[in-house]
Each structure stands twice: as C-alpha cells, then as structure tokens.
C-alpha cells in the first residue's frame, strides 16, 4: 500500500469508534505486519538481548532479581516474553490503550518454544493463554510469567508507587509520543526508579510509513513542515520526527544522565540521499545532515541524584 494511502486509512481509523478494532485487522489483513515474521521475531528477540546487556554493564543488580517497568506495550508482548525466558521474573507493562491480543502473545510464546534453549534462554515456557479460556488472561500472565498488565494506563501519571522499579524501558515507542508527553513520562520514569535505577531505550527515527512502501526513503517524513505533516499524522500511527540529540535533551533537562549511547549513523548513500530529498527548512535550519540521518539508537541513562 503507497504511504499516502495508508496514511489516510489511519486518519479515517483514527476517528471512528471502533479505529482500534480496524487498525489491528488492519495490520493482520492488509499490511500483514501482524503477526510478527519470524525474522521480525528474532529482532525482538536481540533487542530484547540488546536491553539486558546494557543494564548488566551499567548495574549491579541483577535482572533476575529486578523488577521491570515498560511502557507501550503494544499488540504481543514479544520483549517481556524474551525477557523472561532470559530469567526476569518480574515486569509491570503498561499501554495507553488496551491493544494486547492473545492470539499474538501464543504467537510469541509457541515461537519462542520452537527457539528451545538457545540464544541463552534460563526459563522454559509454561502454557499458551488460549489452553485455560475460563481463566482471566491477565492473572496468568502475572502467575504464569511474571508480567502485570495494565492498560489502559497513562505513562505520564501512572499511579504506581513511587521508586519501585529497577529497570524501565521502551523499544521503539517514544518516537510514537509528542514531545511534552515525553517529558512528563521521564519525569514520572524519575519518580518510578529506585536510586540504582536505569532506563534503556531502543528508538527508531525513520518514517515508518517507508516499511510498507519501498518507493520512499526513511526520511520521506522529514520533507513536510509541521503544519503540512499534521495532516499524514494520525493518531493511531503518529510519529514525532524528534531527531537523536532531542531525546538526549528531554533526559537530561528531567533529570537524567546519559551513561550509554549508540547511534547508527548515517552512511554516505544516506547523506546523499538526504540533501537530494529536498528536507523542509524547519529541519535543514535545526539540524545538518548526519543530525538528520541517524536511524536508531539505544540510550542509557540514569536518574542525577
């Protein structure tokens, strides 16, 4: 499906009662980005991984005995599943909007099983949620593997008890979230952790729309103004073009420091690419072309005591 096309399905989405509904069928019909591919599985996977590693470098406390907070939980779990089958036992998930669908979490789980005990699995898996119907999902996925879900739940004032979690982080999400949202949730993030505790954050800053339609670059996005790309910009599938050095700004002015920082920068082809792409002003005056043309990054951070 052409980007534009899309785009204007999500806005149609967006504003009809049963838009969650739609966008999920959506996703499974259309675009078929749902279930997750076995490829897409194996990266969940590695980030999931990717989380871990970092925080073992950065703190002495270990997973296993960690208590994890998430926010943006999304349709399938796939990072909390991977996480505790690497041996994390306890996860608080919240999403804004109860999205979870239990045919994608066994999706997860029976791909998770067929992966067996590789790649540094500890836990084995119990049972997939559609073997006990009776039962409330939600209390098995706390007793079965350790994840309390809460949705819908808001990130920036979430009603938790204040310094109760290790660990929080979030992959691919807060490039989801407008920016003074961002900075309300790190504050409520800083209130959340103990004193030893760590975030990790996986965030993706190419335009999404380029994953379903090969015909545009992953900075396609970055050729409107805000006025302009408001109208591309629906809330079902929003995206806040924040650039790299954005986020490192919103951490450190809510109180944080950063302790680890990976960005992928941009190659040669993509800086050619990006001063061909005719970039609207807003961003060519803010920024210069390697700013633009990070793709991901993975940031630490800690809260400055």
């Not at 669908?101 to 099983?113: C, G, H």
């Not at 954050?201 to 408001?230: E, M, P």
Request: include cysteine; hydrophobic fraction near 40%.
């Amino acid at each position: 499906m052409h980007w534009l096309g899309k785009a204007g399905m999500m806005q149609a989405f967006s504003y009809l009662p049963l838009g969650n509904e739609l966008h999920y069928m959506a996703q499974r019909r259309v675009t078929r980005s749902l279930p997750s591919s076995d490829e897409k599985f194996y990266e969940i996977f590695e980030q999931a991984r990717e989380h871990l590693e970092a925080l073992r470098r950065h703190s002495d406390t270990r997973p296993e005995d960690a208590n994890f907070y998430e926010f943006g939980a999304g349709f399938e779990l796939g990072i909390p599943l991977s996480f505790n089958v690497l041996g994390v036992l306890s996860q608080t998930v919240i999403d804004i909007r109860k999205l979870l669908r239990i045919e994608l979490v066994n999706e997860i789980l029976m791909k998770l099983k067929r992966v067996g005990g590789e790649n540094g699995m500890t836990r084995s898996l119990q049972k997939l949620l559609e073997q006990n119907p009776s039962d409330d999902w939600v209390v098995l996925l706390h007793d079965w593997y350790g994840i309390q879900y809460q949705a819908p739940c808001d990130a920036r004032n979430t009603g938790l008890p204040s310094a109760s979690f290790d660990f929080v982080r979030s992959t691919n999400t807060l490039e989801h979230i407008p920016m003074p949202d961002i900075r309300l949730i790190f504050r409520e993030c800083f209130r959340l952790l103990k004193k030893s505790g760590l975030m990790s954050f996986l965030i993706d800053y190419q335009d999404h729309y380029s994953y379903g339609d090969r015909r545009i670059s992953v900075y396609n996005f970055l050729k409107y103004s805000d006025s302009t790309w408001r109208w591309f910009n629906p809330p079902l599938h929003y995206q806040n073009r924040l650039r790299h050095r954005d986020y490192i700004r919103l951490l450190q002015e809510t109180g944080f420091e950063v302790v680890e920082e990976t960005a992928l920068a941009p190659s040669h082809q993509d800086l050619m690419d990006l001063s061909r792409a005719g970039i609207s002003r807003q961003f060519r005056d803010a920024y210069d072309l390697t700013e633009l043309g990070v793709r991901r990054s993975h940031i630490v951070a800690r809260a400055i005591l």
